[in-house]
C-alpha cells in the first residue's frame, strides 16, 4: 500500500517562529488532508489540498502532486498550535481509493 | 450543528464482553470510516463505507465488524474484545470519497 513520512517527527519552537512541515507519499494520490490533532486529542481539520496552495490565517499548505509532497506552513507560531499535524492520503489507483492512509505526523510544541 | 458523535467517550471492558461503539452524523455524509490510534502506529483504517449496506475492510479489520444499515450511522462493533485492541478509536464521515473527512471526538477503550 501506499506509504506517507512526515518531518520532522519531533519540533520546539519559541513563540513567534516560523515552520515548515513536509509530508511525502510514495504514490500518486487524488486526495490529501491535514489535521491538528490538539493536547486534548480532537482532530481538527486543517486543509483539503489535493494540489495547490491554500492559505487560512498563520497557515498555509502546498501540494505538489507530482513529485508527491506537501508542505503545511505555520506563520508565527502561538502556543495554541502545539499538538500533532498529520497528513492524510487517498491513493489514485483503483484498486484502493477509499481507502485513506495517514502518516506518522508531526509533534509541535510552541513554547512561550 | 454539523457534527460526528460518538458514544461512549471512554470504555473500559474486560476480555471476551461484546460492545458496540456507535458513532452518527447528521450531515447527509455518504463515506464514514472508523479509525483506531496507537502510539508510535499513528490512525490506522479498520473499516469504511462508501454507503448504506456498502461495507470494506481497511487496513486493520481483524476483531472488528461494522454495520450500515442507515446513512448517518455507522457502529463499531467488538464481538469478543481482546486487551491488543486497547486504543483510542475515531469515526469520520464525508460527503463522499473525495471530500474532506470531519472526526468524531474519539472513544477511549481499556480492554482489561
Known amino acids: 500500500g501506499i506509504q506517507v513520512e512526515q518531518s520532522p517527527p519531533d519540533l520546539i519552537l519559541q513563540e513567534g517562529a516560523n515552520s515548515t512541515l513536509r509530508c511525502n507519499f510514495s504514490?500518486?494520490?487524488?486526495?490529501l488532508q491535514w489535521f491538528h490533532q490538539n493536547p486534548w486529542g480532537q482532530l481538527i481539520n486543517l486543509f483539503y489540498?489535493?494540489?495547490g496552495t491554500k492559505q487560512n490565517g498563520r497557515l498555509s499548505a502546498t501540494t505538489v502532486a507530482t513529485e508527491r509532497y506537501s508542505l503545511l506552513y505555520i506563520s508565527s507560531s502561538q502556543t495554541t498550535d502545539s499538538g500533532v499535524y498529520f497528513c492524510a492520503v487517498r491513493p489514485s489507483s483503483s484498486g484502493g481509493y477509499q481507502k485513506v492512509t495517514f502518516g506518522t505526523g508531526t509533534k509541535l510544541q510552541v513554547i512561550p | 450543528e454539523a457534527q460526528v458523535t460518538q458514544n461512549p467517550r471512554y470504555l473500559i471492558t474486560v476480555t471476551g464482553k461484546k460492545l458496540t461503539v456507535t458513532c452518527s452524523q447528521n450531515m447527509n455524509h455518504e463515506y464514514m470510516s472508523w479509525y483506531r490510534q496507537d502510539p508510535g502506529l499513528g490512525l490506522r483504517q479498520i473499516y469504511y463505507s462508501m454507503n448504506v449496506e456498502v461495507t470494506d475492510k481497511g487496513d486493520v479489520p481483524e476483531g472488528y465488524k461494522v454495520s450500515r444499515k442507515e446513512k448517518r450511522n455507522f457502529p463499531l462493533i467488538l464481538e469478543s474484545p481482546s486487551p491488543n485492541q486497547t486504543s483510542l478509536y475515531f469515526c469520520?464521515?464525508?460527503?463522499?470519497?473525495?471530500?474532506?473527512?470531519?472526526f468524531g471526538p474519539g472513544t477511549r477503550l481499556l480492554v482489561l
Open positions: 489540498i489535493p494540489s
Open positions: 469520520a464521515s464525508s460527503l463522499d470519497v473525495q471530500e474532506t473527512q470531519y
Open positions: 504514490d500518486s494520490v487524488n486526495n
